[in-house]
């Protein structure tokens, strides 16, 4: 799989996450981090002393406490956007399985046999539709009418295309998926909004970023570190009195601020983003803060099957010809009995066969040309030419077909 330079740090991403830095703002979302909460009381008590500062006429000081004011509101807004863009990475998951949903079209039969176009989230349970070669399959449901090769890996991840026909154990197919080949016929099993692609949505929106056991003990030791300079500063008031120099509020809560550990407390979601970001550009999703962390002490990576890793459009890479074949006549033979297959494997057998040797699709009109495209049912697809018969398929089938006919 080639690596993409994808980023979560998307403009609509940025954007939906300073929207929803304000709301969190509330005192009650801000307890769940006692560092953040006490600086947002400062920043509430400077804020109030710059407006009674304004409202009794008193420009003394004006300047400095608008500027503490404001920087104290900018560390505390700077940690809710960690926090929301941390937050907006499963909504944007969500938001892209939502849009492949929607954008999907059904070819849906009427009462009267005709075919309709109608938006994939309107079909009802019980609603039959046709789907064709190429075609996204709109919704869950059980197949009634024909056999196809239907290509699962946008939801299993496996890679190679699978069989689904009417009746028996293989009649179910799944929402999201593509049919390569043929044509099937498709009654809907599930309720709108009740599909296995609206289930992923869900489980994607409805997942909550727990935090990790070293979240939870470092902000035990920020809380703990917060109280020990909380009880300094509010100390320093009543000697400062007693020495005959009061100090300003102001400069105490911007003495408190910078004592407690501020920032460790505002970059704890960023931290989380920065690694989540770093998997992201390697196609690697994490599903959790535990996971970003156990990938950083990761040295070797064992997977069970090739079907999480690789793509669902197998390619042709090579032409291996058996003793006393040349591998040009071979790839030759190839790309004719690949001109029919309309599938991933049999387009790149066509291109292997030009980018290669130089072979391209030869005009046929002029010979007596049958071609026999590549089917679920049969697994070969191969081409009449000449008097002469080439097949190419599936191992058992091409072995199958051969003793047919009398080989």
């Not at 960690?82 to 990475?89: K, P, S």
């Not at 008031?237 to 105490?252: E, F, I, K, N, R």
């Not at 004719?336 to 049999?346: N, R, V, Y």
């Not at 030419?385 to 006919?405: F, H, I, M, P, T």
């Amino acid at each position: 799989m080639a690596r993409t330079s994808a980023s979560i740090f998307s403009r609509a991403l940025v954007v939906a996450a300073v929207r929803d830095s304000f709301p969190k703002l509330d005192p009650r979302l801000q307890l769940k981090n006692p560092v953040m909460f006490i600086v947002e009381v400062g920043s509430v008590i400077t804020t109030g002393i710059f407006a009674l500062e304004v409202a009794r006429g008193d420009t003394g000081s004006l300047w400095s406490v608008a500027a503490i004011a404001v920087w104290l509101w900018l560390t505390v807004l700077f940690a809710n956007f960690a926090e929301a863009i941390a937050e907006g990475r499963g909504k944007a998951q969500a938001s892209a399985l939502r849009a492949t949903r929607t954008t999907t079209t059904a070819r849906r039969r009427a009462a009267s046999g005709e075919l309709e176009d109608v938006p994939a989230p309107e079909l009802q349970r019980d609603d039959v539709v046709v789907v064709e070669a190429g075609d996204v399959i709109p919704a869950d449901g059980e197949i009634v009418e024909g056999v196809g090769s239907v290509d699962e890996s946008a939801i299993t991840g496996e890679s190679a295309p699978v069989i689904r026909e009417a009746g028996g154990d293989r009649s179910a197919v799944t929402g999201g998926t593509r049919l390569l080949s043929d044509r099937l016929v498709i009654r809907v099993t599930q309720e709108p909004g009740k599909s296995f692609l609206d289930r992923m949505i869900a489980l994607v929106e409805g997942a909550e970023r727990r935090k990790t056991p070293n979240e939870i003990a470092l902000n035990i030791l920020l809380a703990g570190l917060t109280i020990t300079f909380l009880a300094a500063v509010v100390t320093l008031q009543p000697y400062a009195v007693y020495a005959g120099t009061p100090l300003s509020q102001t400069v105490l809560i911007a003495l408190l601020v910078a004592l407690i550990p501020t920032t460790i407390g505002a970059l704890l979601s960023a931290i989380g983003i920065a690694g989540m970001d770093r998997l992201v550009q390697r196609n690697v999703l994490a599903m959790s803060g535990r996971a970003v962390e156990a990938s950083g002490d990761v040295d070797v990576l064992l997977l069970d099957k090739t079907g999480t890793i690789t793509l669902g459009n197998r390619q042709a890479s090579e032409f291996v010809a058996v003793d006393g074949v040349q591998p040009a006549e071979l790839a030759e033979v190839a790309q004719l009995a690949s001109l029919a297959d309309e599938t991933p494997e049999g387009r790149s057998i066509v291109v292997l066969a030009k980018e290669q040797y130089g072979l391209r699709g030869r005009e046929l009109a002029e010979h007596e040309a049958t071609f026999i495209p590549f089917s679920a049912t049969t697994r070969m697809s191969g081409v009449d030419l000449d008097g002469k018969q080439y097949r190419k398929g599936a191992a058992d089938s091409v072995k199958r077909w051969v003793e047919e006919q009398g080989g």
